[in-house]
């Protein structure tokens, strides 16, 4: 089963775009790419999900490369209400490592 | 409102005391599932539920319990509680389970604590 590899941490500026990157190299051709955030120790929220397409909804962008083994999850303006730990899963294992503890520095 | 909820949010007990961390679901999901958080390790899936009377191990399944006679609650069960059961626990919801691509709601979380 696919497992994840995401940095520890990352900084964003206020209002700039946030790019959080994911390598998945082991993903198989129908395991779905998942993104969620974990804000404080709340339960976790789900952002976005995508098979092979890119995808967009009102939170974020993920953008798959052609091949699957990585992905990125772009907030394209981000805001002080952003900084969370996110967190990259696929699917058959949905296993939630530790994540990128992203900090958006006003 | 759309939401799993949990009870209780916070509880200390001691060792060897039976406990229920309820959860229940209001969006007619059909699985559920139940995840522990420790610092470090992120969050590890315990049991989960496919649907009514069927459930499944998880990756810490050990010194855990569950039941899912209604469809909405999915209740988890320590028997024995014993000191490295001390965490934070999520339980989720969806309508199918993750492998068909849709979305989890998690609930608030439990953070336990045993003495």
């Known amino acids: 089963d696919a497992k994840t590899t995401q940095p520890t941490s990352m900084d964003c500026a206020e209002g700039r775009a946030a790019n959080l990157p994911c390598n998945h190299s082991?993903?198989?051709?129908?395991?779905?790419v998942y993104w969620y955030r974990q804000i404080h120790s709340q339960g976790p929220q789900y952002i976005i999900h995508?098979?092979?397409n890119n995808e967009t909804n009102e939170m974020a962008s993920l953008i798959i490369t052609e091949d699957r083994k990585s992905s990125t999850l772009i907030l394209p303006h981000a805001t002080l209400r952003d900084t969370a730990v996110y967190y990259c899963i696929v699917t058959f294992q949905f296993y939630f490592g530790t994540g990128t503890s992203l900090t958006v520095i006003p | 409102e759309a939401q799993v909820t949990q009870n209780p949010r916070y509880l200390i007990t001691v060792t060897g005391k039976k406990l229920t961390v309820t959860c229940s679901q209001n969006m007619n999901h059909e699985y559920m599932s139940w995840y522990r958080q420790d610092p470090g390790l992120g969050l590890r899936q315990i049991y989960y539920s496919m649907n009514v009377e069927v459930t499944d191990k998880g990756d810490v399944p050990e010194g855990y319990k569950v039941s899912r006679k209604e469809k909405r609650n999915f209740p988890l069960i320590l028997e024995s509680p014993s000191p490295n059961q001390t965490s934070l626990y999520f339980c989720?919801?969806?309508?199918?389970?993750?492998?068909?691509?849709?979305?989890?709601?998690f609930g608030p979380g439990t953070r336990l604590t045993v003495l």
């Open positions: 082991t993903i198989s051709g129908n395991e779905y």
């Open positions: 989720a919801s969806s309508q199918i389970p993750p492998e068909g691509g849709n979305e989890q709601f």
């Open positions: 995508g098979l092979k």
